[in-house]
Structure formats: structure tokens, C-alpha cells
């Protein structure tokens, strides 16, 4: 199954393919972001700055290099460990994993500043995201700021280039742009398209998923 996403660190427009059964909860376009997104989970970031934990934590690590020792590092390891891992995750009651996920989500959102994405961006993300809606579908949760031209491809900071989505129609709507980019190769007239579709009709019910969970790619 081919999936396109934004990698929830950068923003960076990634075209992945997935069996059905492996599609993670989370996308990155890579380890590296991966691992500044862990950074912003302030379950963990509490949680280590506890002495006794990090003692405890230390104490595990010392004890699986010296019973793994080569092995240590090798695929099969890494994967029984993240299997471990899931089973933990499963444990938990959905309640418990749906407050999870929101504050991961909400503090990946308010904290992302990476790359093109300084501070002076993260205010003015702030602002427009403040009382405000999905252009698309109406939601109030997990709001991103939108550069309707990418920053990438030369899009400002403009407000006539930026819209408030979703996680979820953020996904949609960056993809729909990029098959039109596909057939017209002309991001201002792609602009003017996205602009005037999220302001007439701000509040398009989302059309249910495809079959094998793909997602609908319109505007």
C-alpha cells in the first residue's frame, strides 16, 4: 500500500509503501526526525528527570549488554525489543491512549521549530491557530498552520499563502496539491485554487476512507 504523508517533525512531503498490516501510528521521513519528535514527549522528558528513574533505566541498559553482548545491536534484538514495547503500549485502556496521544500531538505541534520553522514562525502559527478551526472539516484538534505553496518551493509567510488544517486534512490537502502540481506546474494558480475552495466551503465534511484505509486525496 502506497501512503503520503508529511513527517510530523519536518513537514517534508514523503511517499512511502507499507504492507497492510505495519502502517505506524506516526510518520517521519526519517530516524532523525524520529528522534527530535521523541524529544518533544513530555511524558519522557518529565519522567528522565527523575534520579531514581535514570538510575533504574542505566541498571536495564548495563544488564542487556552484558547478557546480549554482540547481539546486542542486531536486528533480531531491536526487533523483540520494539515488540516488548508494543505489548506495553497495548496494555494500556484506550482512555489512557487517547490522552497520550493528544498531548504528544499538542506538544509536538506548540514545540516544532525545526529548520525553516523558526521562532518567529512558531508565534505566528500560534496566532492564527488561536480560536480557530480546520478551513476544511471544522475541527478544533491537533491545528496546523498550512503553506499552501510550500516554504520549499519559495512560499511566504504571507496569510494569503497560509491556511489552518487538521493533522488529518493537512495530509489530504498537501497531497491533492501536489497531484495538481503534477498537471499544471504552477503553485500560484494552485494557490488561488486551494485559497478559494477552504474559503468558500470551510467546512467539508471528510468523505469516508477507502477499503484498505487509504486516504481520499481532494480539496
Known amino acids: 500500500m502506497i501512503i503520503e504523508f508529511n513527517c510530523e517533525t519536518c513537514g517534508k512531503a514523503v511517499r512511502r509503501s507499507y504492507s497492510q498490516n505495519s502502517i505506524p501510528k506516526h510518520f517521519f521521513c526519517s530516524r532523525a526526525c524520529q ?11 518529565e519522567k528522565n528527570k527523575d534520579p531514581e528513574f535514570r538510575k533504574k533505566v542505566s541498571a536495564g541498559l548495563k544488564r542487556r549488554k552484558q547478557i546480549l553482548k554482540e547481539d546486542y545491536h ?10 516488548a514495547t508494543r505489548e506495553h503500549w497495548e ?23 525545526y529548520g525553516t520553522y523558526d521562532t518567529e514562525w512558531h508565534k ?5 491557530r488561536d480560536g480557530a478551526v480546520c478551513s476544511r472539516c471544522g475541527s478544533t484538534d491537533y491545528l496546523h498552520v498550512h503553506h499552501i505553496i510550500p516554504a520549499k518551493k519559495g512560499g511566504s509567510r504571507d496569510r494569503s499563502n497560509l491556511v489552518v488544517l487538521c493533522s488529518r486534512c493537512h495530509r ?26 477552504l474559503s468558500n466551503t470551510p467546512y467539508v465534511k471528510h468523505k469516508n476512507s477507502a477499503a484498505d484505509g487509504s486516504q481520499p486525496c481532494n480539496l
Not at 91 to 113: F, P
Open 35 to 45: 528522534n527530535v519528535w521523541q524529544k518533544t514527549r513530555q511524558d519522557i522528558v
Open 91 to 113: 496494555s494500556y485502556t484506550d482512555d489512557k491512549k487517547e490522552r497520550l496521544i493528544k498531548v504528544l500531538r499538542n506538544n509536538g505541534a506548540s514545540k516544532r521549530t
Open 124 to 128: 505566528l502559527s500560534e496566532e492564527l
Open 172 to 197: 489530504i490537502v498537501e497531497s491533492a496539491q501536489y497531484e495538481l502540481f503534477n498537471l499544471l506546474e504552477d503553485w500560484e494558480l494552485i494557490r488561488r485554487i486551494v485559497k478559494g475552495r
Open 74 to 83: 542486531s536486528p533480531e534484538t531491536k526487533k523483540k525489543i520494539g515488540l
